[in-house]
């Protein structure tokens, strides 16, 4: 059974970097599709990227695009988040998720357990 650990959350000034990992256990390989989820409590989730882990193809909702990088390391079977130009709008709980389609409608059957991230004014 695959499952996730995200890490790498805390708490920034606005303008600052932080980097998330997201850990693939139970599996020898990584799911096809891996991403990132965020949620801001009373709010509803919100796509944030993903890639297909074999072509490489990335996506990016509008809001990040340019300033994180979502990337993947085949040997150390993780998913990355570079989180670069961090806003106070930025602040979540970030998921990590996988599946091993990549669906138009980006729906995820595995998700992990999250990491906060913080950005202050």
């Known amino acids: 059974q695959v499952q996730l650990v995200e890490s790498g959350g805390g708490s920034v000034q606005a303008g600052g970097s932080l980097r998330l990992s997201c850990v693939v256990s139970?599996?020898?390989?990584?799911?096809?599709?891996m991403g990132w989820f965020r949620q801001v409590p009373g709010k509803e989730r919100e796509r944030v990227a993903r890639m297909h882990t074999r072509s490489g193809t990335l996506a990016y909702v509008d809001s990040v695009r340019g300033r994180f990088t979502i990337s993947h390391h085949n040997a150390e079977n993780t998913l990355y988040l570079q989180m670069n130009s961090l806003k106070p709008e930025d602040t979540a709980m970030y998921y990590c998720v996988a599946d091993w389609i990549c669906a138009r409608d980006w729906d995820f059957k595995i998700w992990g357990q999250g990491t906060q991230v913080t950005v202050s004014s």
């Open positions: 139970g599996s020898t390989y990584s799911p096809i599709c």
